[in-house]
């Protein structure tokens, strides 16, 4: 059982948590949740009418509910449904004034979702509320107020692109606005002097500055007029951030070869010649086979992980793009609305000195890039989503350092930013390329202009700012002969699917979704819920010949506030083994193992036999540094039960 001391008086109506309290989840790991059927350990304040039954508190009239528990740095989140209009809010750091009660509320209205600065007089009544001013979003603390600053009501992501005509989108992003007559979710956080709402699974944002971090006192609900029910009710004092004990599995030997942010990924090759893989992470190539020595590529500096980004490296790429025999680095990047793109670092062959760089392609759009050999010409190609399509991109033979010749697959769309992956869907031996909205099927003859056909599939899920996880994977899971798809479904989110493919008779290729992780453990294998599943990749870790899906949480993967889910949970890294069993839905299930629980990964993993011994090794680039776990052992697997 969770220890409840946070709740103190109130410990009879907040209980540990259980998934079944709540339908939908909070980001945070809940201190407690309420599930009573009585209003002890809540003061009641003006003439509203309160009561309690099976988890659900219900108010009418004008008035607030004061929990007993004082805090500085919280969270709340709890469904509510009004019946008529909705005239209610949630009220956090309340503290007693002259005329009767004060605090930083969250208005609940139909015309409104917005942050006050409210004063309440004995009554209940709202008698002054200042709007707060627009505070931003990844950030922890606001900036000072602009003399043209204005009052923020709400703060929406930008809509996407339209689908392309005569296509219709596979995600549905949710719906802004509240649900009128229906239950609402929403979560309220407040750290330092930025309060946050969150509605809908990430229908509406708000984001305001209180211009107090000393605030303190505990959380109420508001109801202004009519009736209010409030259930599903969970709390945590997220001033109180809690790391595990640093757990490495048994099967994997830890190795850290920088402790510093520089970027976000790593690849591995031959850079020097010396029949020895190498890596390469940020700015550093680290020479194998102990990885103890490393040569800059490109100037090195630290990256502040709490308040900035790597500009260069989101994702590295090594091969010889230059057809000179020495492998060469490719960064790509969003950075800059996408004007970094991919930068080829060109080896200098052995000379002691840093590499020249060249910008090949230019605009990158998508956090996640991949190589494959796309037109099968032995060598890969770069797969990214960059100005609103679907493209790859190689090098002119004649002229590599130059710009690179770029293929539009698809046709101008909403691609998301996040997921992208390449391979065979259909099984006719042409390499396709998958993306969070679906998949583009190659055609036979595959000219520099010609689009190819788009097939709507759900490969990822909308949350509170972007849709899609990170890269695709494309192999055939359960074993029927045809390629399925596994993939996280939102970077900045939760989950982890797979999807089936059925194929009829006619050739038409449908997907049957299996979720692997939800939100809540029941919905998860082996009870494994983490969010923010930015880094992944596809290898056969456990040697029974079978790829297994590998996956890791980016830790503050928007910079050092509450911006997204759960940002300081603990880091792990998982690989999900793909068992085939007949018995389980869609004849395949993953069983998770986790690798680590202190360094997540970036934007992708690196999966590669480092020492040749016949064990996958796995590379990670983090805010924390550049981690390789050795496989110790090659595990032998049937692959079938």
């Known amino acids: 059982m969770r220890r409840l001391s946070l709740f103190a008086a109130a410990s009879a109506l907040f209980v540990s948590v259980s998934p079944a309290l709540v339908a939908q989840s909070p980001s945070f790991a809940p201190d407690g949740a309420f599930a009573g059927s009585s209003l002890s350990g809540w003061q009641q304040m003006g003439s509203a009418q309160w009561s309690a039954s099976n988890g659900e508190i219900t108010g009418t009239g004008t008035g607030l509910l004061v929990f007993n528990k004082p805090a500085q740095d919280s969270a709340v989140y709890l469904q509510f449904r009004c019946e008529g209009e909705c005239n209610a809010g949630i009220v956090m750091r309340t503290a007693k004034s002259a005329s009767g009660m004060s605090g930083d509320m969250l208005s609940i209205r139909p015309q409104e979702l917005a942050g006050y600065r409210a004063t309440f007089d004995e009554s209940g009544k709202l008698a002054e509320h200042t709007q707060l001013r627009l505070a931003g979003g990844q950030i922890r603390f606001a900036p000072p107020p602009s003399a043209a600053g204005a009052p923020a009501r709400r703060f929406t992501p930008p809509e996407p692109l339209p689908m392309p005509a005569g296509a219709t989108a596979p995600l549905q992003r949710p719906l802004h606005g509240l649900r009128t007559g229906e239950w609402n979710d929403v979560e309220v956080l407040l750290d330092a002097d930025i309060l946050r709402a969150f509605f809908n699974d990430g229908g509406?944002?708000?984001?305001?500055?209180?211009?107090?971090?000393?605030?303190?006192?505990?959380?109420?609900?508001?109801?202004?007029?009519?009736?209010?029910?409030?259930?599903?009710?969970?709390?945590?004092?997220?001033?109180?951030?809690?790391?595990?004990?640093?757990?490495?599995?048994?099967?994997?030997?830890?190795?850290?070869?920088?402790?510093?942010?520089?970027?976000?990924?790593?690849?591995?090759?031959?850079?020097?010649?010396?029949?020895?893989?190498?890596?390469?992470?940020?700015?550093?190539?680290?020479?194998?086979?102990?990885?103890?020595?490393?040569?800059?590529?490109?100037?090195?500096?630290?990256?502040?992980?709490?308040?900035?980004?790597?500009?260069?490296?989101?994702?590295?790429?090594?091969?010889?793009?230059?057809?000179?025999?020495?492998?060469?680095?490719?960064?790509?990047?969003?950075?800059?609305?996408?004007?970094?793109?991919?930068?080829?670092?060109?080896?200098?062959?052995?000379?002691?000195?840093?590499?020249?760089?060249?910008?090949?392609?230019?605009?990158?759009?998508?956090?996640?890039?991949?190589?494959?050999?796309?037109?099968?010409?032995?060598?890969p190609e770069l797969v990214y989503m960059g100005g609103g399509y679907m493209c790859y991109a190689k090098p002119d033979s004649s002229n590599p350092t130059g710009k690179w010749t770029v293929h539009k697959v698809s046709e101008h769309g909403p691609w998301p930013a996040h997921g992208v992956g390449a391979g065979d869907v259909n099984g006719d031996g042409r390499v396709d390329i998958v993306g969070a909205y679906g998949w583009w099927e190659q055609p036979a003859q595959n000219d520099a202009e010609t689009k190819w056909t788009y097939h709507p599939a759900p490969f990822g899920k909308w949350g509170r700012t972007s849709a899609g996880g990170a890269k695709i994977g494309v192999y055939d899971i359960n074993g029927d002969g045809l390629p399925d798809v596994v993939t996280s479904m939102q970077a900045h989110g939760w989950g982890i699917s797979w999807f089936e493919q059925k194929k009829s008779s006619s050739g038409e290729i449908t997907f049957i979704p299996h979720q692997v992780m939800g939100h809540l453990p029941s919905e998860s294998a082996g009870g494994v819920v983490f969010t923010e599943p930015h880094a992944s990749t596809i290898a056969d870790v456990d040697g029974d010949g079978i790829p297994d899906f590998v996956v890791a949480k980016r830790y503050w993967s928007h910079l050092d506030d509450f911006y997204d889910p759960d940002p300081y949970g603990p880091p792990v890294l998982y690989v999900y083994r793909t068992v085939r069993d007949k018995k389980s839905p869609g004849g395949a299930r993953f069983e998770p193992e986790l690798v680590h629980n202190f360094s997540g990964g970036g934007s992708d993993v690196l999966a590669v036999d480092l020492k040749g011994d016949g064990n996958i090794d796995l590379v990670t680039s983090t805010r924390s540094g550049t981690y390789i776990f050795w496989g110790t052992r090659k595990q032998k697997k049937t692959g079938s039960q």
């Open 204 to 379: 509406d944002a708000v984001s305001v500055a209180t211009e107090n971090m000393n605030g303190y006192g505990p959380f109420a609900l508001y109801v202004g007029s009519g009736t209010v029910h409030f259930r599903a009710i969970a709390y945590k004092d997220i001033a109180v951030k809690t790391l595990p004990k640093e757990q490495v599995s048994p099967n994997f030997r830890m190795q850290r070869i920088n402790e510093f942010y520089y970027g976000w990924s790593a690849a591995a090759a031959d850079f020097n010649h010396d029949g020895k893989l190498d890596i390469v992470s940020g700015p550093f190539i680290y020479f194998g086979p102990d990885f103890t020595q490393s040569r800059e590529i490109y100037p090195a500096q630290i990256v502040n992980a709490s308040t900035n980004y790597s500009m260069e490296d989101w994702v590295q790429h090594a091969a010889d793009f230059t057809g000179d025999g020495w492998p060469d680095v490719v960064t790509t990047s969003h950075a800059d609305g996408g004007k970094t793109g991919a930068v080829l670092y060109v080896n200098p062959k052995g000379e002691s000195r840093r590499w020249e760089k060249f910008t090949v392609v230019a605009p990158i759009d998508s956090e996640e890039t991949v190589l494959a050999d796309v037109d099968k010409d032995g060598k």
